[in-house]
């Protein structure tokens, strides 16, 4: 009987890891940072932190997996602060998408830098789904950044714009 059972936690063990694998290309795939499935009992998180990839697992790790410190836990690295942003109130993404500048390839943008934008005026698009999302200004003023490039996979809450 130990047998069956050695080969059934070497299975499990080899499904832990193709899942873990397969959500890592997921985040490449998708430049999201971080994504977190959950089965049954079981829950798998992985994120992308400074080129680093972490699995955790609430509670007891699952069968052949050993637990992972907590984020307490580990070693503090030096981050570079974040690049100067124009002051201003932040456009944030509504969803994970991939942004669009322009309503189709070789138009011109909804908008530029230094652009007067009026209250609901579309200022990028944001694709979810293969839905074409408009973003669109909460408010008069004036573009004083755009904080994503054309195409640029985006995710929840990420700043877009920049609005003076």
Known sequence: MP???????????????????????VLNDTGLSEIEMESGDIRVRVSKTAQTLAVAA??????????????????????????????????KSPMVGTAYLQPQPGAPAFTKVGDKVNEGQTLLLVEAM??????VAPRAGVVAEVLVTDGQPVEYGEALVVLA
């Open 3 to 25: 047998d069956v059972e050695d080969k059934q936690s070497k299975a499990a063990r080899a499904a832990h890891i193709k899942l873990v694998r397969d959500l890592a290309a």
């Open 58 to 91: 609430p509670g007891p790790a699952p069968i052949g997996l050993a637990p992972i410190p907590s984020p307490a836990a580990a070693p503090l690295t030096a981050e570079a602060p974040p690049p100067a942003r124009a002051a201003g109130d932040l456009v």
């Open 130 to 135: 293969k839905t074409m999302n408009p973003i």
